[in-house]
C-alpha cells in the first residue's frame, strides 16, 4: 500500500521553466489537495479537489494549475517558474472530501528555483 | 480566517521527560488535526480530534472548545520523538479549503 506518492523529491529550475509535480495515492480518497511550506509560515493551500472533475483555488493559487482526471492523480503545474515559487511542496488526500478527516500526506517535493 | 499560535516555537528537553505542547485558535471549529514531521521528511497525521481527548502509544491528544485550545502531550519522551509537531484547524462549517495550519513547534529531545 503506497498511499500518497509524489515525485520529483528534488527540482532545480531556472526562472521561466515549467514543470509538473506529480501525485498519486492509491487509498481510493475523493479530496486531494497541494500545500506548499515555506520558513516561518505554515502550510499553505494552493489548490485542491473533491473529486475527479472538479478542483478549486486555495489561499495562494497564483502560477499554478491543476487537473483531476482520475481519482488517483492531482498533478501540480508551474507555468513559468519564478524564484518565489521555491518551496517545499506537499500533496495530501482524505478519505472524507474536506479536511474533516485523517490527512495523509506525500513525502514532499523540494523546488528550487533561479 | 482563524488564527492558530502554537507554544512554544522551540522546545528542547531531556530524554524521559513529559512534554506539553499548546495549540489556540480564534474562530469555532470543527476538527483539529495534530501532525508530525520529521527533519527532511514527510507529515505524519497523529490525531483529528472534535472534542474530548485521544491517546495513542505516548502520545495524547487533548481539545477544550469553549477555551479554543488543544494539547499534544508526549510521555516518556525519547530523542526519536524529535520533529516538528503540527496544528492544523478546520472551520465549523468551513469548506474543502477551511484548514489552517499553526507555525509549528520545533521538538529536540536529548538523550
Known amino acids: 500500500n503506497a498511499g500518497v506518492t509524489q515525485t520529483p523529491k528534488f527540482q532545480v529550475l531556472k526562472t521561466g521553466q515549467s514543470m509538473t509535480l506529480q501525485c498519486a495515492q492509491d487509498?481510493?480518497?475523493?479530496?486531494m489537495s497541494w500545500y506548499r511550506q515555506d520558513p516561518g509560515m505554515g502550510l499553505r493551500l494552493i489548490h485542491y479537489?473533491?473529486?475527479?472533475?472538479?478542483?478549486d483555488q486555495g489561499e495562494v493559487p497564483n502560477g499554478y494549475n491543476v487537473s483531476r482526471s482520475t481519482t488517483e492523480d492531482f498533478p501540480l503545474r508551474l507555468l513559468s517558474a519564478a524564484p518565489s515559487q521555491t518551496s517545499v511542496y506537499f500533496c495530501?488526500?482524505?478519505?472524507?472530501?474536506?479536511?474533516?478527516?485523517?490527512?495523509?500526506f506525500g513525502e514532499g517535493s523540494r523546488l528550487t528555483v533561479l | 480566517k482563524n488564527e492558530v499560535e502554537q507554544s512554544p516555537q522551540n522546545l528542547t528537553a531531556q530524554e524521559g521527560e513529559f512534554i506539553t505542547i499548546n495549540c489556540s485558535y480564534s474562530?469555532?471549529?470543527?476538527?483539529l488535526h495534530w501532525l508530525q514531521q520529521h527533519p527532511g521528511g514527510g507529515i505524519v497525521s497523529l490525531f483529528m480530534?472534535?472534542?474530548g481527548k485521544k491517546k495513542h502509544g505516548r502520545l495524547i491528544a487533548t481539545i477544550n472548545i469553549q477555551e479554543k485550545h488543544s494539547s499534544l502531550h508526549i510521555t516518556a519522551s525519547h530523542p526519536r520523538d524529535s520533529a516538528v509537531y503540527i496544528c492544523?484547524?478546520?472551520?465549523?462549517?468551513?469548506?474543502?479549503?477551511?484548514?489552517?495550519f499553526g507555525k509549528g513547534t520545533h521538538l529536540i529531545i536529548q538523550p
Open positions: 495530501a488526500s482524505s478519505l472524507i472530501s474536506g479536511p474533516h478527516g485523517e490527512l495523509f
Open positions: 487509498m481510493n480518497h475523493e479530496y
Open positions: 479537489s473533491v473529486g475527479a472533475g472538479i478542483t
Open positions: 474562530v469555532g471549529i470543527s476538527a
Open positions: 480530534l472534535s472534542s
Open positions: 492544523a484547524v478546520c472551520e465549523a462549517g468551513g469548506g474543502a479549503d477551511g484548514l489552517t
